[in-house]
């Protein structure tokens, strides 16, 4: 078993959205209807404070391929929605072919990449052969699968995605660094003075931030 990861030059209605707000948008759910339609359940991150314009920019991206597209209510900065799409030859082949999608599939500013397992490289050379013919192919990947392990660490890595969607870049920053660092190790191989020098800035501000990307990942996974 193979997983393969392919990324495509993209201009439709999702990488139109995620390049009108600047942000990756993450397809939680999304299968064809037939070889021209597919329904799709999507989210992505919103700047609270110019929310109703960035749902006017989202809206405008979409409408470029949605045929019909309903925003989920939310008090959160998250957005979710669902909608009915023009596809560009992606899904279908991976279905006709047996593929699995995996997800989150994403969608950013001129591209979205996909995912997907394979029993063998003939079926993977089958569904690329498919996907090319309709679109350019930026890149493709692939990793064989070996066991059982190495496939949930490989679905772990995809999850990752949606645990980490809502940080923003300097929280990830600084957590990595800590991470990196040993701040989270026993004993502690950096601590909060050290993450401040090196970042010249207070103490304050880094227990701020680590405390916000903390609780943000602990909101996923424990309530």
């Not at 699968?145 to 809502?166: G, M, S």
Request: proline share 3%; net charge positive.
């Amino acid at each position: 078993m193979y997983l393969v990861s392919l990324r495509i030059e993209s201009d439709c209605g999702l990488a139109s959205a995620a390049r009108g707000l600047n942000k990756i948008i993450y397809s939680l759910n999304a299968y064809p209807i037939n070889n021209d339609l597919n329904y799709v359940l999507a989210l992505t991150i919103l700047d609270s404070k110019e929310r109703r314009e960035n749902i006017q920019l989202l809206m405008r991206g979409l409408r470029k391929d949605f045929i019909s597209i309903n925003i989920i209510p939310s008090k959160l900065s998250n957005i979710v929605f669902t909608g009915i799409k023009r596809g560009h030859g992606v899904l279908y082949p991976l279905i006709r072919n047996n593929a699995i999608p995996i997800l989150p599939l994403m969608a950013g500013d001129g591209y979205e990449s996909f995912n997907f397992l394979v029993r063998d490289k003939e079926q993977m050379s089958k569904v690329i052969s498919e996907v090319s013919s309709n679109n350019v192919i930026d890149y493709v990947t692939y990793e064989k699968v070996t066991d059982a392990n190495t496939l949930i660490n490989t679905l772990l890595r995809r999850v990752r995605e949606l645990v980490l969607y809502d940080l923003s870049e300097y929280e990830l920053s600084i957590l990595r660094m800590a991470y990196s660092g040993g701040y989270f190790s026993w004993p502690k191989g950096t601590d909060i003075n050290e993450l401040a020098q090196e970042l010249g800035v207070s103490k304050p501000l880094i227990s701020y931030h680590l405390r916000k990307a903390l609780n943000k990942i602990l909101n996923k996974l424990l309530t």
